[in-house]
């Protein structure tokens, strides 16, 4: 997986870290497959746009680099638990959710599971509250 938001957090991840975007008020942001207005749901910082169609709905990211358009693709939507079971293993997933939920819980496994969540620039204090509701 190259890029995908994660909500409910509202983050993007691109390229194996996860990132913040400014959500950005009814912008024109292009114009989709379909025919539709692109509106920009958001900005991270100057190098990546994300754009939702009002008519079908499609998530695309537009990529530039030092201000100049370089890439176009579309990005899904992805819930927290379906990407968590994608970058961790089983065993990881369980030991997060176990965690989140106030049960008994492998630390090792745990630990493994934080690093690598951390090491894409996700807070796991974020994880877990989201998580538990």
């Given at each position: 997986m190259r890029?995908?938001?994660i909500s409910p957090l509202q983050k993007i991840f691109f390229e194996g870290k996860v990132y913040?975007?400014?959500p950005v008020d009814s912008l024109f942001g292009g114009?989709?497959?379909?025919?539709?207005?692109?509106t920009q749901k958001g900005w991270v910082d100057n190098w990546l746009m994300i754009s939702e169609c009002e008519s079908c709905w499609k998530l695309e990211a537009f990529l530039y680099e030092n201000y100049r358009f370089v890439e176009r693709f579309e990005i899904p939507s992805v819930d927290l638990k379906d990407f968590l079971r994608e970058i961790l293993t089983p065993l990881e997933f369980e030991a997060i959710v176990q965690k989140a939920n106030g049960q008994s819980y492998s630390y090792t496994t745990f630990s493994r599971a934080k690093k690598k969540i951390e090491e894409m620039n996700l807070v796991l204090d974020e994880i877990i509250e989201a998580l538990r509701a």
């Amino acid at each position: 997986m190259r890029a995908c938001i994660i909500s409910p957090l509202q983050k993007i991840f691109f390229e194996g870290k996860v990132y913040d975007f400014e959500p950005v008020d009814s912008l024109f942001g292009g114009f989709c497959d379909c025919g539709g207005v692109m509106t920009q749901k958001g900005w991270v910082d100057n190098w990546l746009m994300i754009s939702e169609c009002e008519s079908c709905w499609k998530l695309e990211a537009f990529l530039y680099e030092n201000y100049r358009f370089v890439e176009r693709f579309e990005i899904p939507s992805v819930d927290l638990k379906d990407f968590l079971r994608e970058i961790l293993t089983p065993l990881e997933f369980e030991a997060i959710v176990q965690k989140a939920n106030g049960q008994s819980y492998s630390y090792t496994t745990f630990s493994r599971a934080k690093k690598k969540i951390e090491e894409m620039n996700l807070v796991l204090d974020e994880i877990i509250e989201a998580l538990r509701a």
